[in-house]
């Protein structure tokens, strides 16, 4: 097993996919192996691909995001690693997944930077914020990403290896030379042990523990930040376009989902109900 994800990760390395990716083509291509791992998977054909992948579909319920990454995720072993010419892309959901994204209300935000008395814990949660960044963004921001002459962030090999810049809020930048005269980090703008990156989960722990102590009933997750930033943009009167820069989307109709929570016109829409 080892000997195979060693080749599937170098040649995902060799055509310059980012990291986020590779993890994510890594984890679903050692799920694979795991469920094959009596069988020769060189030699699988196409119907017992199909027959894992719907079993995953019918049994364990994933996700339609999860099965596009796997089907991906193979489909990239036995195409370009092993050169066969195997047809799998009928394996991709023909559906679409439309989700009303999580989003926090201006009011829950200041809560939640309010009662983080932790400082570096603050300073996290309000650079996500800020900047509408994605979990792997913020752990992989860096000191010299934060300019402030320029009073901008740059976000470098974000989502499909693109980099873009953000601005850099005022109140924003306070908060991060006070954390930074008390931290004093050396080369990621958030350093884990031994001077190292900030991990996803510990990210991830500090959301979960500050919406327990401010009793913020929602679901949320730290993606939550990143969708709230888009909808207040929206909401004070952002255009559209320059949202969809700022968040780094490719195409405008995934940025155009958060137009669904911030339509006044629909707000106006008054219930028959009320009529009665």
């Not at 201006?106 to 996500?128: D, F, R």
């Not at 350093?191 to 190292?196: D, H, P």
């Not at 990210?203 to 919406?211: A, E």
């Not at 255009?239 to 968040?247: F, M, S």
Request: aromatic share 10%; proline share 2%.
């Amino acid at each position: 097993m080892d000997i195979k994800i060693a080749l599937f990760v170098q040649l995902l390395q060799v055509k310059r996919y980012s990291i986020n990716s590779i993890e994510t083509y890594v984890s679903a291509f050692r799920q694979f192996l795991i469920h094959f791992k009596n069988t020769d998977v060189d030699s699988l054909t196409e119907k017992q691909i199909e027959q894992y992948i719907n079993f995953l579909v019918t049994d364990r319920k994933i996700s339609l995001s999860y099965q596009k990454q796997l089907v991906a995720a193979i489909k990239f072993w036995y195409v370009h690693v092993l050169g066969k010419k195997m047809q799998l892309n009928y394996l991709y959901p023909d559906r679409s997944e439309f989700k009303i994204p999580i989003v926090f209300s201006q009011y829950e935000i200041k809560l939640m930077l309010t009662s983080s008395e932790n400082l570096k814990h603050k300073a996290i949660l309000a650079t996500i914020y800020s900047c509408g960044l994605r979990v792997s963004e913020l752990t992989n921001l860096k000191v010299r990403d934060i300019d402030s002459k320029a009073m901008t962030v740059t976000i470098r090999q974000g989502k499909g290896n693109s980099d873009r810049v953000v601005v850099l809020a005022e109140k924003l930048l306070v908060l991060l030379r006070e954390y930074f005269i008390e931290y004093k980090p050396k080369e990621y703008l958030f350093e884990g042990r031994e001077n190292g990156k900030y991990s996803d989960r510990s990210v991830q722990h500090i959301l979960k523990q500050v919406l327990v102590k401010t009793k913020i009933d929602k679901p949320g997750t730290v993606h939550s930040l990143r969708h709230s930033y888009a909808t207040h943009l929206i909401e004070q009167g952002t255009d559209v376009r320059y949202v969809k820069d700022l968040l780094g989307h490719k195409n405008i109709k995934t940025t155009l989902i958060y137009t669904h929570l911030t339509d006044p016109a629909k707000r106006k829409i008054k219930s028959p109900l009320d009529n009665l």
